[in-house]
DNA sequence: TGTACATCAGTGAACGCGCGTTCACTGATGTAC
DNA sequence: TGTACATCAGTGAACGCGCGTTCACTGATGTAC
């Protein structure tokens, strides 16, 4: 409504980024308008560019955003196998299959990232390198670049698991994939972990 | 342009349908417009509901009849491993990766399929149960509803990896995941086939 | 310290455009006589 | 066998609607004097 500090332009900003993160996970990019997407930030749609350049520039600062924090919040748990357990535990239940907008933004979007142009391509490499990256370090701390590749196909397993769980309309073979593939992940983490 | 007996409108539904998949899976399915589907097929957009009742319909039809299509083409390749292993090399090859329009649906479509309508998700589960049978079938020929859940966790990495292969800008590693996703993938069904 | 002014985040209407769907119409066909 | 007619796949314009983006305007703020 009116001129403020620099910090309130770039809270508003930030408002904007994290409420978009969630309704781009949950309705899909393409299916989240600008209007909807700032009326969730409790502003209207011409506020938009003011903030930015594009919907496609919002699109690679939310994801951006997103990952950055998974990464943190990875990087908050138990340190060595716990944490990683936990997080295998948490990535594959009911719970974030049924609730996308608060979960990850790959298991919601990658096939919609895959379509993207290269800018949002390149918001999602990195943070997904960070993201990789962090678990990476759990499993060779020496020498995390050695298993980036193998970690991140484990990822790719956990996120299609998600993704093929959230899709089927039987709800007991949907769950029986989730508990297949938690398992698969553990143990497939724990064989990169003995041969370090 | 005319009546034509029964089978030349049946014929024209299924160039539809066909050319539909496609572009599906190329620009994903909200970015398919009607009137760009049937342009595809040769056709003007007020023809569309002499065949379907809805997008929704075509978007089930379409998914149904691909998914069919891979089975088919999955039951043609040679019996037991061979055949396997080629099905897994083809999935992950680079070749997939850069045609999705000739490709998976899955490896497409999945997580927009996620957020489809009930009658979508159905033809979706249906589709892929008679595409993991068949692979179930070959690794345990005498009871492959035993090995479905694993069969279609295994399936999830190798889609997961393509999505992510697509995703990533950074080529080399795009390209270092669905080689370690081949070797993650033939393991995985070997160990399956050694426990039967 | 008090007043005049420049700034600019935010408003809300409007832009052209493509969406899914509807509809009056066309005209080659298969059928009835 | 030849002619009149009913059928209906396909045409193309139009429907209301939401999209991403632009823009003239507002008004509370921080700043200059």
Known sequence: VAR??????????????ESAGRRFKRDGI???????????????????????????????????????????????LPPGNPGLEQFVRWYLSVEHRDAPEDGCPSAALLDEIGRSQP????????GSLLYA??????????????????????????????QLSRALADRRLA????EEAIESALAQFGALNQSR
Chains 1, 2 share one sequence.
């Open 175 to 178: 769950d029986e994939i989730l």
């Open 4 to 17: 403020y500090g620099k910090e309130q332009k770039h809270a508003t900003r930030q408002r904007i980024v």
């Open 119 to 126: 800018s949002i391509k390149e918001a999602f490499t990195d």
């Open 30 to 76: 393409d299916n989240s308008g600008v209007a909807a997407l700032m009326a969730d930030a409790g502003l209207t749609n011409g506020a938009f560019y003011a903030h930015f350049a594009s919907k496609d520039d919002l699109v690679a600062t939310a994801l951006a955003d997103q990952l950055r924090a998974q990464a943190e919040h990875l990087r908050a």
């Open 133 to 162: 990256d962090e678990l990476a370090a759990r499993l060779a701390p020496e020498d995390p670049l050695s298993v980036r590749a193998q970690v991140l196909t484990v990822f790719a397993m956990m996120l299609g698991a998600v």
